[in-house]
T-cell receptor, first 114, second 113 residues
Framework: SAVISQKPSRDICQRGTSLTIQCQVD?????MFWYRQQPGQSLTLIAT?????????ESGFVIDKFPISRPNLTFSTLTVSNMSPEDSSIYLC???????????FGPGTRLTVL | KQEVTQIPAALSVPEGENLVLNCSFT??????LQWFRQDPGKGLTSLLL?????REQTSGRLNASLDKSSGRSTLYIAASQPGDSATYLC????????????FGGGTRLMVKP
């Protein structure tokens, strides 16, 4: 199974600032995903990040607000821009391993915006 | 649009009980269904993956079944333990949606010693 790490594990940020979350995988994967879990809610997919191409965003999420980088097959970043308290959530990255179809998740980044 | 529902939303049982968590989905055109466990403030741990062609999967005290035609899956936990306390999430991967998972709202399980 893939081992995924995220940095930071948590952060408290001021309104109007931006935070970049890093996701590192211990093996090369084609597709990486970014999810958001708002307080008391289930997970919602933000975007799919493929290496060498633009990320694909789901309805309700835009690149200006959540820019994503995918410089290689083991790493991705998600930036939460111009934050507001409504952005307070857990942000999780995940990968799909083609051989098993199983999706693995990182430990998440707990973001609180004041 | 795929919608995934989990019932009950919360469950409290005494240690040792066998229990069943339910997951239903509206679009039966799925590749697979996955059950996850999430501990408070943590990420997700994959428990079981059932392909659309399969009826069930087992891992230790866990057994997951899938009835694709009726849009239902169940997660059976045998001889529950306090360490099983967590939120259990089911997620489906729909045909035509790439690798995107659609999650249910979760069942919050408390196993009391």
């Amino acid at each position: 199974s893939a081992v995924i790490s995220q940095k930071p594990s948590r952060d408290i940020c001021q309104r109007g600032t931006s935070l970049t979350i890093q996701c590192q995988v211990d093996s090369q994967v084609t597709m990486m995903f970014w999810y958001r879990q708002q307080p008391g809610q289930s997970l919602t997919l933000i975007a799919t990040a493929n290496q060498g191409s633009e990320a694909t965003y789901e309805s309700g999420f835009v690149i200006d607000k959540f820019p994503i980088s995918r410089p290689n097959l083991t790493f991705s970043t998600l930036t939460v821009s111009n934050m507001s308290p409504e952005d307070s959530s857990i942000y999780l990255c995940s990968v799909a391993q083609g051989g098993t179809d199983t999706q693995y998740f990182g430990p998440g980044t707990r973001l609180t915006v004041l | 649009k795929q919608e995934v529902t989990q019932i009950p939303a919360a469950l409290s049982v005494p240690e040792g009980e066998n229990l069943v968590l339910n997951c239903s989905f509206t679009d039966s055109a799925i590749y697979n269904l996955q059950w996850f466990r999430q501990d408070p403030g943590k990420g997700l741990t994959s428990l079981l993956l059932i392909q659309s062609s399969q009826r069930e999967q087992t891992s230790g005290r866990l057994n997951a079944s899938l009835d694709k035609s009726s849009g239902r899956s169940t997660l059976y936990i045998a001889a529950s333990q306090p360490g099983d306390s967590a939120t259990y999430l089911c997620a489906v991967r729909r045909v035509g949606a790439g690798n995107m998972l659609t999650f249910g709202g979760g069942t919050r399980l408390m196993v009391k010693p």
